[in-house]
């Protein structure tokens, strides 16, 4: 099945600069990759998905790149926030089920 | 339009007793997803339904726990005989249709916390 691994665990950046989480998937079946934001104990928020035709994304201060051969999928957020703190999760799928990333926790200080 | 959603919020059980969560999805989304989240781990799927049909329950064991998405209602995942390991985060979502706009995109619930003392 598919394995997707994300780095780093935790995140501290100064409020401003930029941050970066990374994945990896397993299975080059899987063509869907969202991001998602869960506050804590809230329920996951999609923020940005991209699918295996596209190789970049942009939503604002939010942007996704994928690069299907390596297999792998980074976020990138710049000019931080406060309200960014939060985990970040990644997944991919190759169909339906989504198979998540373990967790990135970002912690944006003022 | 209302979200996902999910009760109850939270669920205390002792061993050996049942729990039933329920998930009623987004209006005009027929897809329904559960995952599981223990604490500082990620997301595990468990199980897929359309209305009245299980399509893929590989994430989900095979004992103990059922689910169903019947012709009327929400989404019941059903766990039996509960034991301390079953503690956990159950979070339900829910997908429009494939095919059309966004099929692939789900929306999480907030969520059943589930504590077996």
């Known amino acids: 099945g598919e394995n997707v691994e994300q780095h780093p665990s935790t995140l501290s950046v100064q409020e401003g600069d930029s941050a970066v989480i990374k994945c990896t998937y397993s299975d080059s079946a899987s063509n869907y990759f969202p991001w998602y934001k869960q506050e804590l104990g809230k329920r996951p928020q999609l923020i940005i998905d991209i699918r295996s035709n596209v190789g970049e994304k942009k939503d604002q201060r939010i942007a996704v790149t994928l690069n299907k051969t390596a297999k792998h999928f980074s976020l990138h957020i710049t000019e931080t926030q406060p309200e960014d703190s939060a985990v970040y999760f990644c997944a991919a799928s190759p169909g339906y089920a989504l198979n998540f990333g373990k967790g990135t926790s970002l912690l944006v200080t003022p | 339009n209302a979200g996902v959603m999910q009760n109850p919020r939270h669920l205390v059980r002792r061993r050996g007793q049942e729990a039933r969560l329920r998930c009623s999805p987004m209006k005009g989304h027929s897809h329904v997803y559960w995952y599981r989240q223990l604490p500082e781990e990620g997301l595990k799927f468990m199980v897929y339904?359309?209305?009245?049909?299980?399509?893929?329950e590989s994430g989900m064991p095979k004992e103990r726990f059922s689910a169903e998405f019947p012709k009327e209602g929400p989404s019941i995942l059903r766990i039996q005989q509960v034991v301390r390991g079953d503690s956990a985060a159950y979070f339900c979502a829910s997908s429009p249709p494939f095919g059309t706009s966004g099929g692939n995109e789900q929306f999480f619930g907030p969520g059943t916390r589930l504590t077996v003392l």
């Open positions: 339904l359309q209305k009245e049909n299980i399509i893929d």
